[in-house]
């Protein structure tokens, strides 16, 4: 396929670099089938651990020199690759949909969030601000600076193969880290792609080896950088169990961590919304990427009063779902991942089922021409109740529960009523009701929205939520600040020499 020749992808590829350099591992081999189709897309060869050492010292030795670039010229090389990122957007958008199975718009979309926190990044690169603080001692100045970190070790997961490492990277390279990139082997070919147009911005500036680095391979890859004192920021992306193992292991070296994991988030409907608006935003939120997002929409809240008319125009709409290849833009739902989230979709239905769960639209695998790859499944509808453990459940796939409630207090209180907290949202036209949401006692996740959908984040927004979600903040706002260290100075211009607090140490 053309838009892989014009990203570099061979039929075999190294999965480690430290930019220019790609090495050949004695890693083993991991082959990336397209779920579109089940066709062999291309290998790569995974990361060996004397290589890994090899890429950490590249690293620290960038590093070095790294930091000392000016911020604003480090943000012109971040301008620099999202030009690079404009001039490869079809092309990399068509291997996200191809390598990952998500829509061809999405796939656009998703470099076109890249491109647009390169363009973040490039102003943050001006505004990189510390305070300054008045002293209780008299001729004495206070302030605090930020410095880079280091080496962040950043660990993506399949369904975001390239946007949420950009989050990551393009924030860390204007504060002066250096990265490594370990990024799923469900998706390893984006990460290649990914490196070769970084490669050609960073060789015309002559940016040091080691600035961006990759390293492919399983978990046992991650564990490496998550155990590795010398990666004193770990970020990492993907399911609560993966991310309760990553926090254990960097918080047993006191490192720290950024953790985007699971979400259920929900949609209140209230008696008082804009039904046909509301529909839109629930549809989407429920089948965008095969609902394989971290902000899937996976319940809905319905009003008793309005829960007949909207599941009738929920039910009817699911009707008009086409599903089938990604990359044709008629298509609204691609494929799962793979064989084994198709595995998790049939048994959650099933469990939902067990549980007193009555469908409304019926799943199922599809089969036939143009589903061979057995990844295709049927987005679903089940009324459900919010205690069932498989609602209290991730599922990441087109499942979605739908329940009544009665009042805006009971609505809050079912909503926040699983363990997970990244996404939610209200449908209101009532202005009391969408203030109780983001009020104290409203919402308790990371991101709560009046009137959108759970799903389609913007750059400048933190991005990122509370409990079982990890509590980590990624993108915009000030999440810049986690990837530096805050450091208090103190300045004495006088021929004196107080002590704070008013102690006496006279010798």
Same mark, same amino acid.
């Given at each position: 396929?053309?838009?892989?020749k014009a990203?570099g ?11 220019s350099q790609?090495y050949?591992t004695?890693?083993e081999?991991?082959?990336s ?5 089940g066709?062999l ?8 651990k ?8 590249t690293?620290?030795?960038a590093?070095?020199e790294w930091?000392l670039w000016?911020?604003?010229r ?7 690759i999202g030009?690079?990122l404009?001039?490869?957007k ?9 390598e990952?199975?998500?829509s061809l718009?999405?796939g656009?979309?998703e470099?076109?969030?890249m491109i /647009? ?6 102003g943050?690169s001006?505004q990189?601000?510390?305070l300054?603080m008045?002293?209780?001692?008299p001729?004495h100045r ?15 997961a399949? $369904?975001?193969?390239v946007a949420?490492?950009s ?15 370990k990024?799923s082997e469900?998706?390893?070919l984006?990460? !290649?792609?990914?490196? $070769? ?8 500036? $002559? !940016?040091p080896?080691g600035?961006s680095?990759v390293?492919?391979?399983?978990r046992e ?5 998550s155990t590795?004192?010398r990666v004193?920021l ?8 993966m991310?309760?193992a990553v ?32 529909l839109?935003?629930?549809?989407f939120g429920?089948?965008g990427?095969?609902g394989? #997002?971290?902000?899937?929409?996976r319940r809905?809240?319905i009003h008793?009063?309005?829960?007949e008319?909207?599941t009738?125009?929920l039910?009817?709409a699911y009707?008009q779902l ?7 833009? $008629?298509?609204h739902?691609?494929p799962l991942?793979?064989k084994?989230a198709?595995?998790m979709?049939?048994?959650?239905i ?9 469908f409304l639209?019926?799943?199922?695998v599809l089969?036939?021409p143009?589903?061979e ?6 987005p679903?509808?089940?009324?459900a109740?919010?205690?069932?453990s498989? !609602? ?16 805006i207090?009971?609505?809050i ?7 997970q907290g990244l996404?939610?949202a209200?449908?209101?036209l ?13 919402? /308790? ?10 799903s389609?984040?913007e750059?400048?927004?933190a991005?990122?939520?509370e ?5 980590? #903040?990624e993108?915009g706002?000030?999440?810049?600040k986690?990837?530096m260290? #805050? ?6 211009y006088?021929?004196k ?11």
């Amino acid at each position: 396929m053309e838009f892989l020749k014009a990203l570099g992808i061979q039929q075999h590829n190294s999965g480690t670099s430290t930019g220019s350099q790609w090495y050949e591992t004695k890693g083993e081999t991991i082959a990336s089938y397209s779920p579109v189709d089940g066709q062999l897309i291309g290998t790569i060869q995974s990361t060996d651990k004397a290589h890994y050492e090899k890429v950490v010292e590249t690293a620290a030795k960038a590093f070095a020199e790294w930091r000392l670039w000016p911020a604003p010229r480090r943000g012109e090389i971040v301008r620099q690759i999202g030009e690079a990122l404009r001039a490869k957007k079809q092309e990399l958008g068509q291997l996200v949909s191809y390598e990952m199975g998500k829509s061809l718009q999405e796939g656009l979309g998703e470099v076109q969030e890249m491109i /647009d926190i390169c363009d973040f990044a490039v102003g943050l690169s001006r505004q990189l601000h510390g305070l300054t603080m008045h002293s209780e001692r008299p001729g004495h100045r206070m302030y605090e600076q930020w410095h880079p970190l280091g080496i962040v070790g950043i660990i993506s997961a399949f $369904n975001f193969p390239v946007a949420v490492w950009s989050w990551n990277t393009m924030l860390a390279w204007v504060c002066g880290d250096v990265c490594i990139w370990k990024p799923s082997e469900k998706t390893p070919l984006c990460s !290649v792609a990914c490196q $070769n147009i970084i490669n050609e911005v960073f060789a015309s500036n $002559n !940016v040091p080896e080691g600035v961006s680095c990759v390293i492919n391979g399983g978990r046992e890859t991650g564990e490496w950088l998550s155990t590795d004192t010398r990666v004193p920021l770990i970020s990492a992306t993907g399911s609560t169990r993966m991310g309760k193992a990553v926090g254990a292991a960097v918080g047993a070296r006191l490192g720290r961590t950024i953790l985007e994991l699971g979400g259920n988030n929900a949609i209140i409907i209230s008696k008082d919304a804009d039904l046909d608006m509301s529909l839109i935003g629930c549809v989407f939120g429920a089948v965008g990427t095969a609902g394989q #997002r971290c902000t899937t929409t996976r319940r809905l809240i319905i009003h008793e009063s309005v829960y007949e008319a909207f599941t009738t125009k929920l039910v009817n709409a699911y009707k008009q779902l086409r599903i089938g290849n990604p990359l044709d833009q $008629n298509n609204h739902v691609g494929p799962l991942i793979d064989k084994d989230a198709v595995r998790m979709y049939l048994e959650s239905i099933e469990k939902c089922k067990a549980e007193g769960g009555r469908f409304l639209v019926e799943g199922g695998v599809l089969e036939g021409p143009g589903y061979e790859s057995g990844c295709y499944v049927k987005p679903c509808i089940a009324e459900a109740q919010n205690h069932y453990s498989i !609602v209290q459940h991730e599922t990441f796939a087109p499942i979605l529960y739908v329940m009544k409630y009665s009042t805006i207090e009971e609505a809050i209180a079912l909503q926040n009523g699983v363990p997970q907290g990244l996404s939610s949202a209200i449908m209101t036209l009532n202005l009391r009701e969408a203030e109780a949401f983001l009020s104290h006692a409203g919402s /308790d996740c990371g991101i709560a929205n009046v009137n959108i959908g759970t799903s389609g984040a913007e750059i400048g927004g933190a991005f990122g939520g509370e409990k079982e979600t990890g509590g980590g #903040r990624e993108s915009g706002s000030d999440a810049w600040k986690a990837y530096m260290r #805050r450091q208090t100075n103190t300045i004495n211009y006088t021929t004196k020499l107080p002590l704070a607090q008013g102690i006496k140490f006279d010798l």
